[in-house]
């Protein structure tokens, strides 16, 4: 890999870091601090947040921004740091283009994802992609040895950077600060409480609530005065922190104004075994959890049965959930009731894809429009405005 190549290699790492590390930024702002807004939102279309808190935004909790900034930082290690040669060449180029094919697979489907499935573009993104892109272009010409070498050469070449202090010592550094950015990172999916409001920030939200735009979605409030509906998938991480952090809510408030909380659950599974508009199956056992909610409500036990798929949600399997409603419920014919429910599932879904739906939960207060998760402090203080509004 000559050295006019190593140069941009290491610019476009540097500059997929920047890019990277200001999308974790946010996605770490948008998980801790309820009142942040972030300046990339620029209108509907291209808004970062959306994005990052979509399904897309993280895997397995993890957010994607996160292995961005640690993908472009190996690249940059491998590109900056001095050469760790041997007698048959100078493997780096080849360890990049590894590295870059994986990470234009990557940007392939998120790029797929952010533009054709949610719709929404990100501005901080697309630098990201274009770096990748970049990288995998520039080490793929000037790589000096073949990837499929690698495994043979790599108890080697970690043997010949071992030899050299300074370059083990900037490694291990990385690999120890990477782990420890992991480990703090909130994860996705945990229920961040949010500091109270200050009095002036709860000013503020108030003359923002009463201008928010408000959709009637033809539920009957049943003598309630709030009525709260909320588009669910039961294997959706950021599903179970809204059940997590507003359950406390609801129970508070049932008890100072007993009736006046409505909760209606509306499914979109993300499967397309049940929702007819999503394209790929994330979710495999979404759909049985959906109509194994719906069996337990008729039972009058849906309190159990959420409470059994959110608590198993990394563990379960679709056999996993129809032998829990089997235990929970009773059921004996799991599949005959399962295709009596389908038919309101999908008319659940039906429902979400008039409102634009891209993402879980979706929620409405009274019809204002709540897009994934809402601190618990500022979702109680809009239940308690919408209660005490004359």
């Known amino acids: 890999m000559s050295t006019t190549s190593r140069r941009l290699v290491l610019a476009l790492a540097l500059m997929g870091l920047a890019f990277a590390g200001t999308s974790a930024w946010i996605h770490y702002k948008l998980l801790t601090d309820p009142s942040y807004t972030s300046l990339c939102d620029l209108s509907a279309t291209f808004n970062c947040s959306d994005v990052y808190k979509s399904r897309f935004g993280a895997v397995a909790g993890v957010p994607v921004a996160l292995g961005g900034v640690i993908w472009f930082g190996v690249v940059a290690l491998l590109a900056g740091l001095r050469r760790v040669e041997r007698r048959d060449g100078d493997p780096s180029g080849a360890y990049i283009f590894a590295l870059a094919t994986v990470g234009l697979a990557s940007i392939l489907y998120l790029g797929y994802a952010s533009f054709f499935i949610l719709k929404k573009a990100c501005i901080l993104c697309i630098g990201t992609y274009v770096a990748v892109a970049g990288i995998f272009v520039v080490s793929g010409m000037a790589a000096s040895v073949s990837v499929s070498r690698l495994p043979m050469r790599l108890a080697g070449d970690i043997r010949a950077m071992i030899s050299r202090p300074t370059t083990f010592l900037i490694a291990l550094l990385f690999v120890v600060g990477a782990g420890s950015l992991l480990k703090v990172f909130p994860k996705e999916g945990s229920v961040p409480q949010g500091k109270p409001p200050t009095q002036d920030q709860a000013k503020y939200f108030e003359e923002a609530w009463w201008q928010q735009p408000r959709v009637d979605l033809g539920i009957p409030a049943d003598g ?12 959706c991480p950021t599903c179970k922190a809204v059940y997590d952090g507003y359950k406390p809510i609801y129970e508070k408030l049932e008890k100072s104004h007993p009736g006046q909380v409505r909760q209606v659950t ?57 032998d829990g409603a089997k235990k929970l419920l009773g059921v004996t014919d799991f599949d005959k009731e399962y295709a009596a429910k389908l038919p309101d599932i999908k008319r659940d879904v039906a429902d979400g894809g008039a409102l634009s739906l891209n993402g879980t939960p979706l929620i409405f207060i009274n019809g204002v429009r709540i897009n994934g998760f809402m601190a618990p402090t500022l979702f109680e203080l809009a239940l308690t405005l919408e209660l005490n509004k004359k």
């Open 266 to 322: 509306k499914d979109w599974p993300w499967h397309s075994k049940c929702n007819f508009n999503v394209p790929t199956e994330m979710h495999n056992w979404a759909c049985e959890g959906a109509a194994a909610a719906r069996m337990a409500k008729d039972r009058g036990k849906l309190a159990e049965m959420e409470a059994f798929l959110f608590q198993n949600q990394q563990t379960l399997t679709p056999q996993g959930v129809i």
């Open 224 to 235: 309630a005065k709030v009525v709260v509906v909320k588009f669910n998938d039961y294997q």
